[in-house]
C-alpha cells in the first residue's frame, strides 16, 4: 500500500512537472506599435505560436518610437531583476551598455552551432557582440539614411531627387512656394530630428568623418559638421509648424494625405506606407538621401536574452527562430526593411527593399547614432536635446551651435568611453 502511495505520489509530481513545462511562459518586449511593425512582429510571433503551441506568449508593446519609452521601462525590469525573456534592443552601444554590465547571456556558443556567422554579415555580427561574446541575434537590418517622397507631388512640380544635399536644400523653397510642406517631421520626440541632422552630417562629410565625429575624433569645429549645422536649421525651415505634436508615423500621414512632399526616415516608413496601401515606386518612392548614395547606415534591431530571464529556453527557441531565412523573410517583407541574412531570396520584398538588399552588398557601411548603434548611449540623449535647444533657438550664432555640441562631447567624455571600450569598429 504504502509502495503504492509513493508511486502515485511520484506518478503525480512527473504529471504536474510535464503541465509546468507545458505552460512556459514567453516574454517580450517591443516598441512595434505602428503601421507595417505591428503587423511585422506579429507575424513572426503567430510563426513561433505555430512552432511552440503549448507555450503561452506574452508580448508587451510599448509606445514610442525608436524605443524612446520601452528603453526606460527595459531598464527599470531589469535593474529590479524582473527580466523579461527578451526584448528589442538596437545592436551596437544599446545592447552594450548592458552586456558590459554583465546584464545579458553570452550565447556566442549558439551562434556557433547554428552557422549564423556563416550568413549574418560581419559589421553585423561585430554590432551583436561584445568584448569577444555574442549577445543578440538581428531581425532585420533598416536603413536610416533614407528621403520618402510623394510621386504625384514631384511629377506636379517636375522635380526629380537630386544626388546631392545641395541639390535637395536648394529644391525645399520650390515645393514650399507651391504649397507644400517640403519635409514632414514628427518629433513629439526628438529622435527624428537628431535624424535631420545625423543624415545631412553623412551627406556633408562622409563615413570616415561621420564615424570620426561619434568616435569624438572630430569636434563640431570641423568644417564638415559646420556645415552639416547650417544645413540643419535650413531643413528646420521647410518642415511643417504641427512638427511637435506628431510622431514618426504621422509625419509619414502627411505624405500619404498630400500635404508634404518629402520626409527624411528609416525605412521603417517604408512599411508604413506599405501598410497604408500606398505602392512602391507608383505612390511613394525611397532612395539614399542625396549625398548618402553608396552608403549604407545601419539600424539593426536585435534580441538578447537578459541574465535571469523566466523560461529561457522559449527565449533560445525565439533566437533559433527569428534567425531563420522564412523568418526573417516574412518579418522584413512587412517591416519595410531587409533580412539581417544575407542569403534570403528577394522574392516577396518591393522594389525598395530589393535595391536595398543589393545596396547592403556594396555600400560602405556605417552605423545610425540615434538608433543605438555608432555612439554611446549618454551622449546621444545629451546630444539629440543640444540638437533640439538649437532648433528651438534659430538665432544662434554658428559659433555658439558648434560650442553647445562640443560641450556635450566633452561632458559625456565622448572621445574617452569610446577608445575606453571593448568595441570593434
Ligand atoms: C527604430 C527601430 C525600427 C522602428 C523605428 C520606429 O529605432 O529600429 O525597427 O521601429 O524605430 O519605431
Excluded at 512556459?24 to 506579429?42: H, K, R, V
Excluded at 552594450?96 to 547571456?105: E, G, K, R, V
Excluded at 531587409?338 to 552588398?361: C, H, S, W, Y
Aim: with cysteine; proline share 6%; net charge negative.
Amino acid at each position: 500500500m504504502k509502495s503504492f502511495k509513493v508511486f502515485l505520489l511520484v506518478g503525480l509530481l512527473i504529471g504536474a512537472m510535464g503541465i509546468m513545462s507545458m505552460a512556459a511562459t514567453f516574454s517580450i518586449y517591443d516598441w512595434w506599435t505602428a503601421g507595417g511593425e505591428a503587423q511585422a512582429i506579429a507575424t513572426v510571433l503567430n510563426m513561433y505560436h505555430q512552432a511552440y503551441p503549448d507555450v503561452t506568449i506574452v508580448q508587451n508593446p510599448v509606445a514610442g518610437g525608436a524605443g524612446v519609452n520601452m528603453q526606460a521601462v527595459i531598464k527599470s525590469l531589469i535593474f529590479a531583476g524582473v527580466p523579461p525573456t527578451t526584448f528589442q534592443v538596437h545592436a551596437g552601444w544599446e545592447m552594450y551598455q548592458y552586456a558590459s554590465a554583465n546584464l545579458l547571456q553570452p550565447i556566442t556558443n549558439l551562434w556557433q552551432s547554428e552557422g549564423w556567422t556563416n550568413v549574418f554579415p560581419q559589421r553585423i555580427q561585430q554590432l551583436c557582440s561584445y568584448n569577444g561574446q555574442f549577445y543578440a541575434v538581428p531581425m532585420d537590418v533598416h536603413r536610416a539614411n533614407m528621403v520618402w517622397y510623394n510621386k504625384a507631388i514631384f511629377d506636379k512640380l517636375g522635380l526629380t531627387m537630386p544626388t546631392t544635399i545641395q541639390g535637395f536644400i536648394n529644391m525645399l523653397p520650390k515645393i514650399k512656394a507651391a504649397g507644400y510642406t517640403p519635409i514632414a517631421l514628427g518629433d513629439s520626440a526628438n529622435w527624428t530630428t537628431a535624424m535631420l541632422f545625423e543624415e545631412t552630417l553623412l551627406a556633408v562629410a562622409g563615413p570616415d568623418k561621420y564615424n570620426q565625429y561619434f568616435e569624438g575624433k572630430i569636434t563640431a569645429s570641423d568644417p564638415a559638421v559646420q556645415q552639416t549645422i547650417q544645413y540643419f536649421k535650413t531643413e528646420l525651415q521647410y518642415v511643417n509648424p504641427n512638427h511637435a505634436s506628431l510622431t514618426w508615423d504621422q509625419a509619414c500621414g502627411l505624405l500619404v494625405n498630400g500635404q508634404a512632399a518629402m520626409t527624411i526616415m528609416g525605412d521603417w516608413a517604408n512599411g508604413y506606407f506599405m501598410a497604408a496601401g500606398w505602392k512602391p515606386n507608383v505612390d511613394y518612392g525611397g532612395v539614399a538621401v542625396p549625398g548618402t548614395e553608396g552608403i549604407y547606415n545601419l539600424v539593426v534591431d536585435s534580441f538578447p536574452i537578459p541574465v535571469g530571464a523566466p523560461d529561457v529556453q522559449t527565449g533560445y527557441d525565439w533566437l533559433k527562430l527569428i534567425a531563420t531565412v522564412p523568418a526573417q523573410a516574412a518579418f522584413n517583407q512587412i517591416k519595410g526593411s531587409i533580412p539581417a541574412r544575407i542569403d534570403v531570396p528577394t522574392t516577396g520584398f518591393n522594389p525598395i527593399q530589393v535595391a536595398n538588399m543589393e545596396a547592403l552588398k556594396k555600400d560602405v557601411l556605417t552605423a545610425s547614432a540615434v538608433h543605438g548603434s555608432e555612439a554611446p548611449v549618454a551622449f546621444v540623449t545629451d546630444w539629440e536635446n543640444a540638437l533640439t535647444v538649437i532648433q528651438y533657438h534659430p538665432d544662434m550664432s554658428l559659433q555658439a551651435c558648434v560650442n553647445l555640441l562640443n560641450m556635450t562631447a566633452q561632458q559625456d567624455n565622448l572621445a574617452g568611453t569610446v577608445a575606453s571600450a571593448n568595441v570593434n569598429y
